[in-house]
């Protein structure tokens, strides 16, 4: 109940295409979903989170949708670059805790 | 947001010796994070460390292998102990320095022969 399962485990998108990693949960205390960018050497970096309350959020190229009812949220990255090849995260944060529960992971590979 | 730093960033070590790895932050935090993250695989939460208390180990982990200090406000540090080559990992540190979110440090990149 405590896990949070991610895929695709990779994905290999064209440049200017749309890439789209999905999350699924199950215990419903989870209230903060952040997800995490980590290039190879690197220690993971913020992407982008939100709280159960919206259905999606937006930053820049990044946009998070989640769907409360089906306990599941996922990560589009319009227009993808090859810069934006790395591996990402999703997390789940535990209400009253401090504590993130991350996903497997998602390697993304943009082709030029 | 927050600027961890973290030392060393990686190191070669026999069986059974230790390690120490420092993490330094640049603002004065609360909560303090270890991770360790194994080749190619998801992050796990070793023990989360608060200044002027014991560190709160995960389940799986004990504080005899994982010794942490956490002596003021911007500094910690875990000792990986009686190593073996199954401790071979990235250990990474990370703060909470906004609500909720966390910052993390580059990461310790340890390889026990």
């Known amino acids: 109940q405590q896990q949070v399962k991610q895929s695709p485990q990779s994905l290999i998108v064209q440049k200017g295409g749309i890439s789209i990693i999905n999350c699924a949960y199950e215990n419903t205390a989870f209230d903060y979903f952040p997800w995490y960018q980590q290039f190879p050497g690197k220690g993971p970096a913020l992407l982008i989170a939100?709280?159960?309350?919206?259905s999606e959020k937006k930053e820049g190229r990044f946009t998070i949708s989640f769907n409360k009812s089906a306990k599941q949220f996922s990560l589009h990255i319009m227009d993808s670059q090859p810069g934006d090849s790395a591996t990402y995260f999703c997390a789940a944060s535990l209400s009253g805790t401090y504590k993130y529960i991350f996903g497997t992971g998602t390697r993304l590979k943009v082709l030029a | 947001s927050a600027v961890i730093s973290q030392k060393p960033s990686r190191d070669i070590c026999q069986r059974g010796t230790s390690l120490t790895i420092q993490c330094q932050v640049d603002s004065q935090v609360t909560m303090m994070f270890w991770y360790r993250q194994q080749p190619g695989q998801s992050l796990t939460l070793i023990a989360t460390?608060?200044?002027?208390?014991?560190?709160?180990?995960e389940s799986g982990f004990v504080i005899d292998k994982f010794p942490i200090s956490r002596p003021n406000l911007t500094f910690s540090t875990l000792t990986v102990s009686n190593m073996s080559p199954e401790d071979s990992s990235i250990y990474l540190c990370?703060?909470?320095?906004?609500?909720?979110?966390?910052?993390f440090g580059p990461g310790t990149r340890l390889l026990v022969l």
């Open positions: 939100i709280r159960p309350d919206v």
């Open positions: 990370s703060v909470e320095s906004d609500p909720w979110t966390q910052y």
């Open positions: 460390a608060n200044q002027g208390s014991e560190a709160t180990y």
